[in-house]
């Protein structure tokens, strides 16, 4: 049933540049974006990290004022995994250029790039059922566990939070009424 939860890799590009001539020149307002599925970009979506964590572009603390991390692939574009890091600037560069009108000539100061293989699972039909079943099996076998993580009842880092405290306190619960 682990098995079974499908995912997909992601690509991403985090772009940095000294000045805040990005900002100001793409005219941006914001967080970032989505692409939605019907584009057929390779782009997920974009955060403009600067604007999310103002606060990290102090002065000499950062090596850049602006800063966007670029997200491409998942099932849209399975192939992106198999990209160079050339491949997956290229791509990101344009989809800047194209999506918020940083021009590609506006060369980043600093540029990381990675791809998280099989880092997105994928909530198919029956995902309920898979889920209620492993956690069934499992608390069968061992009583004290619980399922977290980003395959099962939520992909964002705060829904792995809450299902945390929330396993914590059913296992707290079981605790007490063992001894009890």
Known sequence: LLRSIPRSSV???????????????????????????RESESVLGTVWDSCVFPHQAVEGRYLSEDRASVMMGGRRNPEVASWSPQQLRQ???????????????????????????????QYTVGHLDRTAALQEGLSQA???????????????????????????????????????
Request: net charge negative.
């Open 11 to 37: 690509g991403v590009v985090c772009a940095g540049w000294k000045s805040p001539a990005i900002r100001e020149g793409a005219g941006r307002r914001g967080f970032g974006f989505l692409s939605p599925t």
């Open 91 to 121: 791509e990101a560069m344009h989809s800047l250029e194209a999506d918020t009108g940083v021009p590609t000539a506006m060369v980043p100061d600093e540029v990381n790039t990675w791809v998280a293989a099989e880092a997105i699972p």
């Open 142 to 180: 061992a009583p004290w566990m619980r399922l977290l993580g980003n395959s099962y009842y939520g992909v964002g880092a705060a829904a792995c939070v809450v299902n945390a405290r929330g396993a914590a306190r059913q296992v707290a619960d079981q605790l007490e009424a063992a001894r009890a």
